[in-house]
């Protein structure tokens, strides 16, 4: 599978932005998926993750802030963020959860000024 983030940005704290993860190679509407991010200097977090049947769950830093959704006739999933902070400066990235080691791309590159 290849997975092609984009839609990051630069952006004021408060703003918002909408990152999309476009698959190809194999349907990916059996898969759970979900959004990482890695800051500079810091390990790769899980932010959320969606499951097949659209259940989703966030870490406690995103809650109330970010929205993760998936389209599966587009094979793309999605990640609303909403209310920027500085704090969510990162590249991110889109996987399988838990995560394939083949299926990780570039990422896209969210910063966020304060």
């Known amino acids: 599978v290849q997975l092609q983030a984009s839609g990051g940005g630069l952006v004021q704290a408060g703003g918002s932005l909408r990152l999309s993860c476009a698959a190809s190679?194999?349907?990916?509407?059996?898969?759970?998926m979900a959004w990482y991010r890695q800051a500079p200097g810091k390990q790769r977090e899980l932010v959320a993750a969606?499951?097949?049947?659209?259940?989703?769950t966030y870490a406690n830093s995103v809650k109330g802030r970010f929205t993760i959704s998936r389209d599966n006739a587009k094979n793309t999933v999605y990640l609303q963020m909403n209310s920027l902070q500085p704090e969510d400066t990162a590249v991110y990235f889109c996987?399988?959860?838990?995560?394939?080691?083949?299926?990780w791309g570039q990422g896209t590159q969210v910063t966020v000024s304060s």
């Open positions: 969606v499951t097949t049947g659209g259940s989703t």
């Open positions: 996987n399988r959860f838990p995560t394939e080691s083949t299926w």
């Open positions: 190679g194999r349907t990916f509407s059996a898969y759970r």
